[in-house]
């Protein structure tokens, strides 16, 4: 079973933002896999490099929509988003150095930052960029 699952709740109204999300909970729950079965050390660096990566692209996609309509907290939100890319890089160089392990510490990190972002900040600009067209 998953760790997490998508729930209608998490939706933004906003396809593309829903399908990066979903894509994001897949990498967390494949992490979540790989310690379920032992494998977390062999598989905790790689998946942390695909996490930052597709949540960069996430980002930098999310940030694109926001500055082209001139979203009013679009600095807010950016800062968040370099907040988790910087946690999250910071879990990886620990990770490497043999000073964190794979642990469910980090899944519950990353489990409760995307929640917590979706449901509190992302939501926020649902009826701004909905008014705007974008859905």
Known sequence: MAM??????????????NDH?????????????G???GKGKEIMST???KLID????HFSTEEKYLTRYAYPEYQLHK????QFVNKVLKFQQDFEKGNILASMDVMNFLKDWLVNHILVIDKKYV?????KGVK
């Not at 997490?4 to 933002?17: G, I, R």
């Not at 999300?21 to 896999?33: A, G, M, R, T, V």
């Open 54 to 57: 597709y949540t960069q692209f």
């Open 35 to 37: 310690m379920k079965v």
């Open 127 to 131: 009826p701004f960029l909905n008014e």
């Open 4 to 17: 997490f699952a998508w729930d209608e709740k998490y939706s933004v109204n906003v396809k593309e933002f």
């Open 79 to 82: 800062a968040q988003h370099d």
């Open 47 to 49: 998946m942390l490099k």
């Open 21 to 33: 999300h979903k894509k994001l909970i897949d990498l967390i729950n494949e992490l979540h896999d």
